[in-house]
């Protein structure tokens, strides 16, 4: 229907490692986890290597075939049911255990039988899949049901605006950021003995996978799925292992403590009053004892930029919204410049801040 211009807009799901169609423009919305579907709480697959199972359609069947081999079985197929309605049902009559994604649970839910969220698969994905840039339009498409809206994750009430507007500026775009990390960051980490670390904002973790080369066992977040699995591509491309989270800053934060916590020109065009700030200081929250916090920013836009009314804060304005109690020292405070090529040939320094913390209890 989208290659046919029925359609402008279409939320559909994509099995987890599928290729996307050439063509359109894909928006992530969310993950779909996968659930065991049982007769008891809590349950485990593990728990049912000798179980009769209830296979679904071949996409669906090679996903549950890949669940058990992680859990170290193949299932026996019992039965088979591609409608979550009849699924449900026959686990209900003791026809066999099964694997239901967790958005069709929230359709139809039987109260007579258990769904236990599998951890570490994320099975489907629901993306908004629209048609490329210039075609864009109002009519949509959400499973079978057609009608006139905005987007569908508007529609939905799923993204938040951050999310919305990154996890468009990357769908648009194949890779956006040069893979290497930020010097400056190099250089104030390059003095610290590796440990925990959490890079928020972290993008396609150009700066996670330099430090994870270095031996920090790191996290990385940000708010837009599409940059976070470009993350893990390139550690995966360099042989590191990461973690990544995705996570609006600005309503969720990951948990725990970290010997480093890096904020490197963490800018958003959508960000609201008092965001940027608001975020920084839970990120000092995250530091442990003895670790330290960096904070890299812009000092300014380009001349070329279209971002000339964006509000750069300094790192005085940094500070003073940090609030840090005197269990803190100020390790780096510097404005630095750096060669800039404008798109005309135009040759500029742009300044950038960095900030060096240190919690020394
Ligand atoms: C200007 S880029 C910088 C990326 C990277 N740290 C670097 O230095 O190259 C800002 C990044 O912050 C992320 N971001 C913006 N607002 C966010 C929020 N509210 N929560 C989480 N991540 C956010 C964006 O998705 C984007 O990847």
Redesign the pocket.
């Known amino acids: 229907m989208l290659r046919h211009g029925e359609i402008d807009v279409a939320l559909v799901f994509r099995f987890a490692g599928v290729p996307v169609d050439e063509g359109f423009r894909f928006v992530h919305i969310g993950d779909d986890p996968l659930h065991l579907i049982s007769s008891r709480p809590d349950d485990s697959v593990a728990d049912h290597s000798g179980s009769a199972w209830i296979g679904g359609c071949e996409r669906c069947q090679e996903e549950l075939d890949a669940v058990c081999r992680s859990f170290g079985f193949t299932p026996r197929i019992a039965s088979h049911g591609d409608d979550m309605v009849v699924v449900q049902a026959l686990v209900a009559d003791g026809a066999g255990v099964a694997l239901l994604p967790g958005l069709a649970l929230q359709a139809h839910r039987r109260p007579d039988v258990c769904a236990t969220e599998i951890p570490g698969f994320r099975g489907r994905s629901p993306r908004d899949l629209r048609r490329p840039a210039g075609h864009r339009g109002r009519r949509c498409c959400f499973g079978n049901v057609g009608c006139r809206s905005g987007t569908v994750a508007s529609i939905l009430g799923v993204m938040?605006t951050?999310q919305e507007f990154?996890e468009t500026?990357?769908s648009e775009r194949d890779q956006v950021?040069s893979g290497k990390p930020?010097p400056l960051?190099v250089r104030e980490a390059e003095r610290l003995t590796p440990g925990s670390a959490l890079?928020?904002?972290?993008?396609?973790g150009?700066?996670v996978v330099w430090l994870a080369k270095r031996g920090w066992r790191v996290l990385g977040?940000?708010?837009?799925q599409v940059?976070l699995d470009r993350a893990l591509k390139h550690a995966y491309d360099e042989g590191v292992e990461i973690a990544v989270e995705r996570?609006?800053?600005?309503?969720t934060f990951p948990a725990g403590e970290y010997d480093l916590v890096s904020?490197?020109?963490?800018?958003?065009p959508?960000?609201e009053d008092g965001?940027r700030n608001s975020?920084l200081k839970r990120a000092s929250e995250a530091v442990a004892p003895g670790g330290h916090l960096i904070i890299?920013g812009h000092a300014g836009a380009p001349s070329w930029s279209e971002h000339q009314d964006y509000y750069f804060p300094t790192t005085k304005d940094v500070l003073d919204h940090l609030k840090l109690a005197d269990n803190w020292i100020v390790i780096t405070d510097e404005v630095v410049g750096r060669p800039l090529v404008g798109p005309d040939g135009q040759e500029e320094t742009r300044l950038d801040n960095v900030l060096t913390l240190k919690r020394l209890y």
């Open positions: 938040t951050a990154w500026f990357y950021w930020n960051l890079d928020i904002g972290c993008a396609e150009g700066d977040v940000d708010v837009s940059a996570h609006d800053l600005k309503e904020a490197q020109f963490l800018h958003s959508v960000e965001e975020i890299g």
